[in-house]
């Protein structure tokens, strides 16, 4: 081997081992430097940036995706729904920033995972609509939409993650581990969901959902089964997506997208005036800043009302 070729590997190596983020949380950099590490490794000489402009974003993502509970791995960390989510919520960068965050990661997906569409590229979607809430009479569709698909397991699927999105405001990384035993109805007859995982928690379902998802579980009583797709024994991170992909979709439909179900939940809530922290503890965050990106959709309160709110209570 003539002497040189690989020359770039040394420098390249040195700025990937010996770079620290400027911000976040020295337990969080702890859990994922590793990860971090090794998927901007792999990515060289793929990508058209530097090892330390890698470095820099996917360290933010990282530390992001640990702190939503997301698993460490490329597959996870540079999902395209990950991505987006942390492009709206994850970054206080301004709006070019967040653009320019937004294309080093994708190409950074690409080199790692390959290319999503081989015949070219996918067209493009606005990012701000996984933020935007379905208004009621689009949920109404979607239900009639669930309840006229072709076969009984695309009719139960649908139901059931119109009923967990909007009704629980669970995403998609938090449905696809339930089981029907994780579905529990307290003396109360409220029903309440057992989210699995980092974020573990309990979720209370809204009134008006109760009734449907309760009976979506009730017909795996007694069984220790998935809740979501039960008789597919493969639960990878695309399981939701391959299933809506399936699904026949109406023209005057709106898409079926877990991220605007959970939007229309919690900006529901923050109507209702259900304390801030009720709210970030059921929604699995850590902080009010995963909040940010559905503020600009929630309704404005009338001045007479709003003055009794802070003056407070006689």
Sequence with gaps: MPPGVYLWQVPVSNRINSYRPRRGSPAAWARVEDGVREIVQRSEPLTPYTAGELMSVLAQLAMFADAQGYPPGAESWLSRELIERFILVGTNASKCSRGN????LHRLREAVLGPDCQTGKPVKLSAATAAKPYTDSEVARLWYWADGQPTDELRAGCRLLLCLGRGCGLDSPEIIPLRAHDIRR????????????????QVVCRRAWERPLL???ARFDGQVSYLFRPRSGARGKNTVTNFLARCHHAPSTPTLVMGRLRATWLVELIEQCVPLPVIVAAAGLDTLHGLSRILPHVRGMAAGPAADLLRGDL
């Design 215 to 217: 009976h979506e579980a």
């Design 186 to 201: 307290p003396g109360n007859g409220a029903a309440v969901v057992h989210i699995r995982g980092r974020r573990e928690r």
């Design 101 to 104: 965050y937004r294309t080093k």
